[in-house]
């Protein structure tokens, strides 16, 4: 399957394509046989355009969802393949009735991945703020804010939300 990843790098012709090459792969099985973290990861995928899901793909041959114990998730890169970490509060609301939350965190481990933030030597709080962008360009600004508020004080959050803010309201979009 992952040879099939490195032949349409960056080039999935539909998202019935993409999904199942998604969900066909071994290490996403675990998502795969889960009704509720399926169906979670087909609305979050189903929302995203095409050119968004190309986008993801166009610098890797693959991303892995994995699972582990932590808070919320998490992103890293190894030699050619970016992962994103799971955590078991997010798993807990990726099988949740709305999922909403969740998948602005998906898409803000996504923006990880889009802006190379593997490659960029960058502030942290920089980067959080990049992938945010990202998070809020795909429709996730009321969920993300969401997210933000119930994190624990500190200048990060604040900084975030802020960003936020600024970002919906100068482009004249509503929460």
Same mark, same amino acid.
């Given at each position: 399957?992952?040879?099939?990843?490195?032949?349409?790098?960056?080039?999935?012709? =539909?998202?019935?394509?993409?999904?199942?090459?998604?969900?066909?792969?071994?290490?996403?099985?675990?998502?795969?046989?889960?009704?509720?973290?399926?169906?979670?990861?087909?609305?979050?995928?189903?929302?995203?355009?095409?050119?968004? /899901?190309?986008?993801?793909?166009?610098?890797?041959?693959?991303?892995?969802?994995?699972?582990?114990?932590?808070?919320?998730?998490?992103?890293?890169? =190894?030699?050619? =393949?970016?992962?994103?970490?799971?955590?078991?509060?997010?798993?807990?609301?990726?099988?949740?009735?709305?999922?909403?939350?969740?998948?602005?965190?998906?898409?803000?481990?996504?923006?990880?991945?889009?802006?190379?933030?593997?490659?960029?030597?960058?502030?942290? /709080?920089?980067?959080?703020?990049?992938?945010?962008?990202?998070?809020?360009?795909?429709?996730?600004?009321?969920?993300?804010?969401?997210?933000?508020?119930?994190?624990?004080?500190?200048?990060?959050?604040?900084?975030?939300?802020?960003?936020?803010?600024?970002?919906?309201?100068?482009?004249?979009?509503?929460?």
């Amino acid at each position: 399957m992952i040879s099939l990843f490195k032949q349409r790098k960056g080039k999935f012709n =539909t998202k019935k394509d993409f999904l199942y090459e998604f969900f066909a792969t071994a290490q996403h099985e675990w998502i795969a046989s889960d009704r509720y973290l399926r169906a979670s990861f087909e609305e979050f995928f189903y929302k995203m355009s095409l050119e968004n /899901i190309n986008k993801i793909y166009k610098n890797c041959d693959d991303i892995w969802f994995v699972t582990s114990s932590g808070r919320f998730s998490c992103t890293f890169q =190894t030699s050619s =393949t970016p992962v994103i970490i799971i955590f078991p509060e997010l798993l807990k609301e990726l099988k949740s009735f709305y999922p909403d939350m969740a998948h602005a965190v998906l898409a803000h481990e996504i923006g990880h991945i889009v802006n190379n933030h593997h490659k960029r030597s960058l502030d942290l /709080i920089e980067s959080q703020v990049e992938a945010d962008n990202f998070a809020i360009e795909l429709g996730y600004a009321k969920e993300l804010e969401k997210f933000l508020l119930e994190l624990p004080e500190s200048i990060e959050k604040r900084t975030r939300l802020v960003y936020l803010s600024s970002k919906v309201f100068s482009s004249d979009n509503s929460f």
